[in-house]
T-cell receptor
Framework: ETGVTQSPTHLIKTRGQQVTLRCSSQ?????VSWYQQALGQGPQFIFQ???????GRGNFPPRFSGLQFPNYSSELNVNALELDDSALYLC????????????FGEGSWLTVV | RKEVEQDPGPFNVPEGATVAFNCTYS??????FFWYRQDCRKEPKLLMS???SGNEDGRFTAQLNRASQYISLLIRDSKLSDSATYLC??????????FGIGTKLQVIP
């Protein structure tokens, strides 16, 4: 167990809807990163949050947004869902001074129909 | 060219065999390297870090070659439980962690 928890674990949404995914980081970890993993692919970096601010972003459109809260938990929001957004969304936490080692939650499986 | 390249496999090997995976990376400024293991429909889990001096953890040996920009993972005496996808991970700092596509290993009885 990594201590990183995500919710919900599975969900189905309709194209055009909005979704919010949640993540609680491991105790002592102040940095949260989000990844998208499509079937048969490696995880793709979406963005990272540190001290409640976005601290780096991958090649994802603005309809992917996030938040980090004072307790270091985080949300990923995706607006105007598209079929290609169907994927496993992984949250990973790390310590700022050891950001190279990341620990994943079990992920949220999103299916867009 | 992809930042991190791996052969997706699958590698089908008999129990007890030795199998090796390689991974190449394009950014010579990359700082840290890892192997993660991912079971089917599960999250990736850290298997081991990779150092230039090489490091070993039981049946697993990882090696980094900075000059040629590749890392390797060697698994000796393969077990059925080793069947999984092995993800090569390259980090250029806390903001830049890049995963390979993963190499699928199937150990056959």
């Amino acid at each position: 167990e990594t201590g990183v928890t995500q919710s919900p674990t599975h969900l189905i949404k309709t194209r055009g809807q909005q979704v919010t995914l949640r993540c609680s980081s491991q105790s002592g970890h102040n940095t949260v990163s989000w990844y998208q993993q499509a079937l048969g692919q490696g995880p793709q970096f979406i963005f990272q949050y540190y001290r409640e601010e976005e601290n780096g972003r991958g090649n994802f459109p603005p309809r992917f947004s996030g938040l980090q809260f004072p307790n270091y938990s985080s949300e990923l929001n995706v607006n105007a869902l598209e079929l290609d957004d169907s994927a496993l969304y992984l949250c990973a936490s790390s310590r700022r001074d050891d950001g190279n080692t990341i620990y994943f939650g079990e992920g949220s499986w999103l299916t867009v129909v | 060219r992809k930042e991190v390249e791996q052969d997706p496999g699958p590698f089908n090997v008999p129990e007890g065999a030795t199998v090796a995976f390689n991974c190449t990376y394009s950014n010579s400024a990359s700082q840290s390297f890892f192997w993660y293991r991912q079971d089917c429909r599960k999250e990736p889990k850290l298997l081991m870090s990779v150092y230039s001096s090489g490091n070993e953890d039981g049946r697993f040996t990882a090696q980094l070659n900075r000059a040629s920009q590749y890392i390797s993972l060697l698994i000796r005496d393969s077990k059925l439980s080793d069947s999984a996808t092995y993800l090569c991970v390259v980090s250029g700092g806390y903001q830049k962690v890049t995963f390979g596509i993963g190499t699928k290993l199937q150990v056959i009885p």
